[in-house]
């Protein structure tokens, strides 16, 4: 089955910084791949996704890409604020169901 | 924004009891999930539900659980005789096509915590 490695497992940064989650998978009929916020209490919320015909797609200080052939897809926070702090979960759809990462600690220090 | 609601909140129950977990999902959406989170580890796929089956489910998911979708609006997990290793959050999903880059959409979850 589908397996979603993810790393680093935690991050931190001074506010302003940027930060970069790097995921791989190993199915290659994914082709959808969504990046999720969770913050303490709440589940997992959808910030950003990508499908498989496209290679980067952006949305204010929030940017995916994807690389096919390698099997690796990326999520990058610019300009960070400390309400970016959080759980992030990166995730693949090999079949009907969503597969995640094990996550990565997310700490913006001001 | 329509939500996905899960209730409770927080179950705390004793091994060897029943429990059911509730979800309310987006009002048109068609495939319903459960997926649970142990303390600090990652989200974990269980079951996917479409047409009143299961479509989908992992290893996790064996004969001590079962879903049900007794009305046009609620969607169920059961736990028939919990074990202490059950206690996690339970999270409920939907999405409103099976097209596989659809997105899920979750609640906030169901911490059960068995004693």
């Known amino acids: 089955g589908e397996n979603v490695e993810q790393h680093p497992s935690t991050l931190s940064v001074q506010e302003g910084d940027s930060a970069v989650i790097k995921c791989t998978y190993s199915?290659?009929?994914?082709?959808?791949f969504p990046w999720y916020k969770q913050e303490l209490g709440k589940g997992p919320q959808l910030i950003i996704d990508?499908?498989?015909?496209?290679g980067e797609k952006k949305d204010q200080r929030i940017a995916v890409t994807l690389n096919k052939t390698a099997k690796h897809f990326s999520l990058h926070i610019t300009e960070t604020q400390p309400e970016d702090s959080a759980v992030y979960f990166c995730?693949?759809?090999?079949?009907?169901?969503?597969?995640f990462g094990k996550g990565t600690t997310l700490s913006v220090s001001s | 924004e329509p939500e996905v609601t899960q209730t409770p909140s927080h179950q705390v129950t004793q091994m060897g009891q029943e429990v059911i977990l509730r979800c309310v999902p987006i009002?048109?959406?068609?495939?319903f999930y459960w997926y649970r989170q142990i303390l600090g580890q990652k989200v974990e796929f269980l079951v996917s539900?479409?047409?009143?089956?299961?479509?989908?489910k992992s290893e996790i998911f064996d004969d001590q659980f079962s879903v049900e979708r007794p009305d046009g609006s609620n969607f169920t997990l059961k736990i028939r005789s919990t074990k202490l290793e059950d206690s996690a959050m339970y999270f409920c999903?939907?999405?409103?096509?099976?097209?596989?880059?659809?997105?899920?959409?979750f609640g906030n979850g169901t911490r059960l915590t068995v004693t």
């Open positions: 539900f479409y047409n009143n089956e299961i479509s989908e």
């Open positions: 999903a939907s999405r409103i096509r099976d097209r596989r880059n659809s997105p899920l959409h």
């Open positions: 990508i499908r498989s015909n496209v």
């Open positions: 009002s048109n959406h068609l495939y």
């Open positions: 995730a693949a759809i090999p079949g009907t169901a969503l597969i």
């Open positions: 199915d290659s009929a994914s082709n959808y």
